[in-house]
T-cell receptor
């Protein structure tokens, strides 16, 4: 299969705390896992990605972890700010060798002051 | 970062009419994509395109859909005829095309299509 599951669908956290979003995938050939942030009425913007030759990647307050054996990957936002409030999508490249991305259903993150 | 442009930003048409969505990909990118997003849901892959050809298409890419990029101009998605269920935001994306899976895809601002 090519499904990508994403949880939770809604996440509410207090400013300054951490937020974690978890995804799982089915296609064992997937080797690229981007995360996109989408604000209302805007296009999805790539915030961080990880490839299968890595288990962990960090860009400032964003950390992504990849467990290839379990086919799971996750995004962790440390020290959340109100500006982090948005919809977040995980994705994986799936199917034939053409770069198609299959997205998770998205997580609405709300950071409360 | 790299910018993908889309024209128009909004389009309202009557069911049965034809519509063409235009995408201006990042200038040196070689792979182009269309994704469809219904309000509140995730982006869903429609089609990708390389070297003048459709590489892969999904079940959402109905017979009424077609894509082309004549002479390096806009990469277009044409829907003829349109149906009510075609109402959605259509995002174009492009990637550099190193030939391997896992190219970074950059998304345009989207065209909001409403079919009445």
């Amino acid at each position: 299969g090519e499904q990508v599951e994403q949880l939770p669908s809604i996440l509410r956290v207090q400013e300054g705390s951490s937020a974690s979003i978890n995804c799982s995938y089915e296609d064992s050939a997937s080797n690229y896992f981007p995360w996109y942030k989408q604000e209302p009425g805007e296009n999805p913007k790539l915030i961080i990605d990880i490839r299968s030759n890595m288990e962990r990647k960090q860009i400032q307050e964003l950390i992504v972890l990849l467990d290839k054996k379990a086919k799971r990957f996750s995004l962790h936002i440390t020290d959340t700010q109100p500006g982090d409030s948005a919809m977040y999508f995980c994705a994986a490249n799936t199917g034939a060798n053409t770069g198609k991305l299959t997205f998770g259903h998205g997580t609405i993150l709300r950071v409360h002051p | 970062g790299p910018k993908v442009l889309q024209i128009p930003s909004h389009q309202i048409i009557d069911m049965g009419q034809m519509v063409t969505l235009n995408c201006d990909p990042v200038s040196n990118h070689l792979y182009f994509y269309w994704y469809k997003q219904i309000l509140g849901q995730q982006m869903e892959f429609l089609v990708n395109f390389y070297n003048g050809k459709v590489m892969e298409k999904s079940k959402l890419f109905k017979d009424q859909f077609s894509v082309e990029r004549p002479d390096g101009s806009y990469f277009t998605l044409k829907i003829q005829p349109t149906a009510l269920e075609d109402s959605a935001v259509y995002f174009c994306a492009s990637s550099p095309g190193t030939g391997r899976r896992g190219d970074t895809q950059y998304f345009g601002p989207g065209t909001r299509l409403l079919v009445l």
